[in-house]
């Protein structure tokens, strides 16, 4: 004779208490955040190295030296970058922060752009700037790099997952005074209205079950904020979403 159990009730005569899943812990959210930062250039370093070693396989066949060259270079950019990540990561893991020193925000902006633009246009998404070579912020070493490359990855995700093609643009301004604002614009469905006042807490994502952490920008506004900057949120009248952060402003290094 077999148990029978009505919906609702245990095998002892009572409704069971759902048990609350557990807030995921601080380790758990560096181990999602840092997969997550380092997934692009790893796959950019481990393509290079695939090229490079079947460009070796046939002895015979002539190996170009300037497309070699340029797989070394890449890949030599991309383990900086996920150098740059650890670092970020480890400081921000115990609540501290890299040594800041004056960066040119161009700089930082284009080694992103770099990085991204296949990705972009291969869905139909341009990648523009307006940038002023004046702009130098207060950061750590690849600080603006990291910002520019998960804000622009943000929009570029929103973009592909709602079918849509169109423009990001990343703009710099000065800010208030002693400040220069990184503007990050895109013409993508934009944060839904109740996402707006909670998008750069831990796990608030849209894209649950689609590759997203819900991390991108709480480590953003982690950096920016540790660096005494603002972080603000918005939506474009027009259509998308509006992402400025604001450092503070330094003199350029001679």
Do not use: Y
């Amino acid at each position: 004779m077999g148990w029978e159990q009505k919906p609702g009730a245990s095998l002892l005569g009572e409704s069971p208490t759902p048990t609350p899943l557990p807030e995921p812990s601080l380790a758990s959210a560096l181990a999602h955040g840092f997969a997550h930062e380092v997934k692009n250039p790893l796959a950019a370093v481990l393509s290079n190295l695939d090229f490079l070693l079947q460009a070796t396989r046939d002895a015979g066949a002539p190996i170009d030296p300037a497309h070699t060259r340029d797989a070394l270079l890449e890949s030599l950019a991309a383990a900086e970058q996920i150098r740059r990540i650890i670092d970020v990561m480890s400081a921000l893991a115990a609540g501290q922060s890299t040594r800041a020193t004056p960066v040119r925000v161009c700089d930082g902006v284009w080694s992103a752009a770099r990085r991204l633009r296949e990705s972009t246009a291969a869905a139909g998404h341009t990648l523009k700037m307006d940038l002023d070579p004046a702009h130098w912020v207060l950061v750590g070493e690849g600080e603006v790099d990291q910002i520019t490359t998960n804000l622009c990855a943000n929009a570029h995700e929103a973009m592909r997952d709602a079918q849509l093609s169109g423009e990001i643009w990343v703009r710099t301004m000065v800010g208030a005074p002693g400040f220069v604002d990184i503007v990050v614009e895109d013409t993508g469905p934009g944060f839904a209205p109740e996402m707006v006042d909670r998008a750069t807490l831990p796990f608030q994502t849209s894209r649950a079950g689609r590759g997203g952490t819900g991390l991108g920008l709480t480590i953003v506004r982690a950096i920016v904020e540790s660096r005494g900057g603002t972080l603000a949120i918005s939506r474009r009248i027009e259509r998308g979403a509006r992402v400025t952060v604001r450092l503070p402003a330094a003199r350029p290094e001679r």
